[in-house]
């Protein structure tokens, strides 16, 4: 089974703090993404990786950057957190160059106070 | 910008009954239409896909249908039961690796 896993289901930070949002998968898969669950607005897409060192920007990037040094490990960087990204946040990978499938991890709810 | 328009918001639906939730879509690029289901505290999983040039695909009481010229397509869930209850997320696959998610229905299905 592939598993994703993300390095905290819950997170409370101060307005201002460095947020790191860790992701791990352990299937091997060229792909991960970062995205961020609001009530009545879905999942939304914030960067995308395709391969090590390589990322994309998703619908919505301010605020936010991303790394990724080793295939298995994704990390969502806010470099200075404010109240408007509390929010759940959910990473996901997928194989290939063109996949519908996406694993997602289970989420972190961050709360920035 | 919504490409991918999902309603209802939320459905309540007696056990046995049809839930039926509706996605319409304006990128003619978009060639996979896959749902995700999610329960509480887990993320997304996939649940069921469909390709553009199927109108309509059955996996156990799950069915797709499509309707290309509409740019509409739409989940049923036949003889809901209690275990049903989540949130489901229409989505599509256009553009490299991109899937575009809907904005949800929250399912509850009850005895």
């Known amino acids: 089974d592939v598993k994703v896993t993300q390095s905290s289901r819950y997170l409370v930070k101060r307005t201002g703090e460095k947020v790191f949002l860790e992701c791990v998968q352990d299937m091997d898969h060229e792909n991960m993404f970062w995205y961020r669950q609001d009530p009545g607005l879905g999942l939304r897409l914030i960067y995308f990786?395709?391969?090590?060192?390589?990322?994309e920007k998703g619908d919505i990037p301010e605020g936010y950057s991303v790394s990724r040094e080793k295939k298995e490990r994704f990390s969502l960087i806010l470099e200075s957190a404010s109240t408007n990204q509390t929010s759940m946040y959910l990473c996901?990978?997928?194989?290939?160059?063109?996949?519908?499938?996406?694993?997602f991890g289970p989420g972190t709810r961050l709360t920035v106070t | 910008q919504q490409q991918v328009k999902q309603s209802p918001q939320s459905l309540i639906v007696q056990k046995g009954g049809i839930s039926i939730i509706n996605c319409a879509y304006e990128?003619?690029?978009?060639?996979?239409f896959p749902w995700y289901q999610q329960f509480p505290g887990k993320g997304p999983a996939l649940l069921i896909a469909?390709?553009?040039?199927?109108s309509e695909k059955k996996e156990g009481r799950f069915t797709i249908s499509f309707n290309k010229s509409a740019k509409q397509f739409s989940l049923h869930i036949m003889d809901s039961q209690p275990g049903d209850s989540a949130t489901y997320f229409c989505?599509?696959?256009?553009?490299?690796?991109?899937?575009?998610f809907g904005t949800g229905t929250k399912l509850q299905v009850i005895p």
């Open positions: 996901a990978s997928s194989y290939g160059s063109y996949s519908y499938e996406q694993y």
């Open positions: 990786s395709y391969d090590v060192k390589m990322k």
């Open positions: 469909i390709r553009p040039d199927v």
């Open positions: 989505a599509a696959l256009g553009g490299y690796q991109k899937v575009t």
């Open positions: 990128n003619t690029a978009f060639d996979y």
